[in-house]
């Protein structure tokens, strides 16, 4: 009699998903400077934002705060680096739908995309329980 294949372990999927996540922040930080002119600002001239300051300051923030967000998650990551970057995809959700609703429209989905993001934070945030990893 021949034993069942044993299921392979979460781990590998796991820390897969969360390269994906690494992935998806240090781009968008790369594409939010290399569009610092071009279509980061375009989106927030069309949301009402037409200081160039205050572009600058959100731009660049956002940029920052992406690029944190993707090496906390490639160097340390754990429950704090996965409840910080839902916290902030959801505060940069809920912005870009105050500023641009019709984003949620878009044929190539923006704003949709963030829903299997958070999903996919949420399911690291808690299998990092599991593991004891807090940091």
């Keep these: 009699m021949t034993t069942p294949p044993r299921a392979q372990p979460m ?9 994906s996540l690494v992935a ?6 790369a594409a939010s400077w290399l569009q610092w002119q071009g279509d980061s600002t375009a989106l927030l001239v ?8 205050l572009q600058a300051w959100l731009i660049g923030g956002g940029a920052a705060l992406d690029l944190l967000l ?23 959700t809920l912005a870009a739908t105050t ?8 044929p190539l989905g923006p704003l ?16 990092s329980a599991r593991d004891g990893r807090s940091r």
């Design 99 to 106: 500023l641009l609703p019709s984003l949620w429209l878009h």
């Design 112 to 127: 949709s995309k963030n829903l299997p993001i958070a999903a996919a934070l949420w399911l690291l945030w808690q299998s």
């Design 24 to 29: 998806v922040w240090l781009w968008t930080a």
């Design 70 to 92: 993707g090496l906390w998650l490639l160097c340390r990551p754990g429950r704090r680096a996965y409840a910080a970057s839902l916290a902030a995809m959801l505060a940069m």
């Design 46 to 53: 069309a949301g009402g934002i037409a200081d160039p300051r």
């Design 11 to 19: 781990q590998q999927p796991l820390q897969l998903l969360r390269l």
